[in-house]
C-alpha cells in the first residue's frame, strides 16, 4: 500500500503535457552566465579573469567556507565578462560570463573514474569538486551532508522521487530514462556514509519510474523502491522520512540527527553521471511548461542558459502573466526571462493569467483549514498574524520555524491570505533578531 505523512492537500497536478515526453538536449547559447553562488552556503570567489580562455568543465569558482560548492564551465570559450548579474534568487549575484566557442574543448583534468576503486573519503571529496548540490530545488552541497555530526550514526540513505509539485516532472523522466544512474548515485553516496540501506521514494502516479528503478535494482536487497501516496507536500524531506521510514525528526533537528540523509534523484543520478564521463555538474534536465509554452517539455539545459534561450527554443504563444522557477508551490516568480538555470532549477514555468489567478486578501475566517493541512503540525494562521504585526517572539515560540514553507496552507486559505509569505518574513526576522545576538 502507498504510504503517506499526516496534512497535506492535493493540488491539480498538471504533469500531463510533459511526464511521457523523453528528455531532449537543448543546443548550447551563445552566451553562459555563471553565477558563483548556486548553492546554499558562501559564494565562491573566481578562479578565472576577464579575456581568459577556459574548457569545457573547467572549475571557475571556489570558496575556502565550510558550506560552499564550486561550480565549472558549461561550455568552453572565453571569459567575457565578471560582473553582477540578474540571479533566480531575486538579488544580484557576482557571475561568469562566457562566450562559446562550441569547440566543448573538455578541460585536462576531466577523466571518468570507477567507484570500486575509490576510498569513501575520495568519493566525498570528488562529489565535492564536482560541484554537486541538492537538484531537488534546495541547492545545499552535497558533501556537506554526508558527514554526520559527532555521536551520530547513520543507518538510511533516502533518495527523493516523490516530485509533488504540480507541473514538474524532471524527476520523474530521469527516473525512467536514466534509472540506472540513479541506483548507481545511490550506491555511491551509501559507500561514502557507510550506510547498508538505500530507499527511493516514489509517487505511485509515476508507475513506470517505479517500474525502470526495479529493473535497475534487479534482486539486490539492499534497495527498496517506495510508493508513495499522491499528495503535497510528499517530497518535502521530514514528510519523506515519515512516510518511507515512519519516523520523526524531531523539533529543532535535521534527518542527518535521527541517522537518515535525504538526496533527489537528480543529485544521485548527477553523481553517477560525473563519475561515468569525468565531467562536473555542468547541466541538469529542467521542465518548461505553462499555457504560454509552445513546445512543453523536459530539456537537458547547460548551466549558464539564460530562461529567455530556453523559452525561445521552446517557442512562446503569447507573452506569459507569470515566469516562475520552479513550480507555482514552492517556486519564485522571476523578474525577467535573463536569470540563468543554475544546478537547482528543476522547472521554467511561463503561466498565462488563468494559471495564476490573482486574489486579494480577505479577513481570516477562522475555518482552520490552514491548521488541518500544515504536514509540520503548527498553526500557520498565528505565526502569520505575528509575522504580519512584526511579533517574532511570539511567532517562533508557536514555531515559525519549523515551518517548510511549503505553501499548502496558503493554497486551501478560502481568505487568500499570503499565510508563506508571512511566515517567511517571521522567519527571516527571527534569523535576524539572532545574527544581532
Ligand atoms: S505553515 Fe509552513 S509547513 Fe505548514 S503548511 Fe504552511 S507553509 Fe507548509
Ligand atoms: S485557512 Fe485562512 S481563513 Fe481559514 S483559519 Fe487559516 S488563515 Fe484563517
Redesign the pocket.
Known sequence: MARTFVGGVHPPYRKGKTCFLPIERLSAPKTVVIPLLQHIGGINAPLVAVGERVFFGQKIGDSDAPIACPVHASVSGRVIALEKRAHPNGREVLSVVIENDYADEVHPSVEPKNMDDMSPADLLQWIREAGIVGMGGGGFPTHAKLTPPAGVTLDAVLLNGAECEPYLTTDHRVMVEWAEDVVLGLRCLMKVTGVKQGYIGVEVNKQDAVAELRRAVASARDIQIVPLAVKYPQGAEQQLIQACLNRRVPKGRRPVHIGVVVNNVHTAQSIAHSLRTGLPCVERVVTVDGASVERPGNVLVRIGTSFADVLTERGLTSEPYKLLSGGPMMGIAMHTPAVPVCKCTSGILALSRAESPATEAMTCVRCAW?ID????L?Y?TL?AQYGERGRTEEAEKYGALE????????YVCPSHIP??QW?RLAKSDIYARRNRG
Do not use: D, K, N, R
Not at 515551518?403 to 496552507?409: I, Q
Open positions: 490552514c493541512v500544515c504536514p509540520m503548527i500557520p505565526i515551518c517548510h514553507e511549503c505553501g499548502a496552507c496558503t499565510l508563506v511566515i
